[in-house]
Structures are given as structure tokens and as C-alpha cells.
């Protein structure tokens, strides 16, 4: 059983930054695929960004891509999710998740989820 632990959220200014941690634990964290989504209030949860255990397979969503940066060390057992250049917009929970094998853009994709962790992007 995987267990992921979201931490780095936080309040930041429009045009700040921010990196997000997700560390996992109780699995064979590289083989599996991590995801990035948020979800805002009253909103789906939204996919954001993934990386394959192949460290050099990427993918973002047409809303975060060339403003986030999904990455992972898996000497560390740890996934990560540079923001920069934040808008008000960007507010939400934010997860990681992970699945065994390749990426996928939808939530029902992954199996194991963190507990969120909250950014607010404040103008």
C-alpha cells in the first residue's frame, strides 16, 4: 500500500512561486507514475501535470504547461511540482497521486492519493 504525503502549499502573491512535495511511502515508488491535480471549490478535480517512471516523460495540461514543472527523485521517494508565475486562478487543493506503470489524465487513473495540501494565490 502507498501512502503519499503532500507538503510546500501555501499563500503566495500573483506571480509568486511555489514547489510542492509529495513523498511516498510502502511501495516501489519507481515504478510507479505520478500525478499532479487540484481541485477548486465547487469545481472537478483537474489534471495538471504527470511523470512517467521514466524520469524523462512529461505531461502537463494546455492550463499549467510552461508555468509548472513536474519532476521526481526517486532516490527520495519524492515527486515535486514547480509553480511559478501563480494567478488567482491557480487556488485550489492540490494532490499528487500515483499509479503502477505508464501516466494517465484522469483521476480514476490512479490508485493511491495524498491528503492535499491548500495554495492560495492571492492578487
Known amino acids: 500500500q502507498v501512502q503519499l504525503v503532500e507538503s510546500g502549499g501555501g499563500l503566495v502573491q500573483v506571480g509568486g512561486s511555489l514547489r510542492l512535495s509529495c513523498a511516498a511511502s510502502?511501495?516501489?515508488?519507481?515504478?510507479?507514475?505520478m500525478g499532479w491535480f487540484r481541485q477548486a471549490p465547487g469545481k472537478e478535480r483537474e489534471f495538471l501535470a504527470a511523470i512517467n517512471w521514466r524520469v524523462s516523460s512529461t505531461y502537463y495540461a494546455a492550463s499549467v504547461k510552461g508555468r509548472f514543472t513536474v519532476s521526481r527523485d526517486n532516490a527520495k521517494s519524492t515527486a515535486y511540482l514547480q509553480m511559478n508565475s501563480l494567478r488567482p486562478e491557480d487556488t485550489a487543493v492540490y494532490y499528487c497521486?500515483?499509479?503502477?506503470?505508464?501516466w494517465g489524465p484522469g483521476p480514476q487513473n490512479y490508485d493511491y492519493w495524498g491528503q492535499g495540501t491548500q495554495v492560495t494565490v492571492s492578487s
Open positions: 497521486a500515483a499509479r503502477p506503470g505508464g
Open positions: 510502502g511501495g516501489t515508488f519507481s515504478s510507479y507514475a
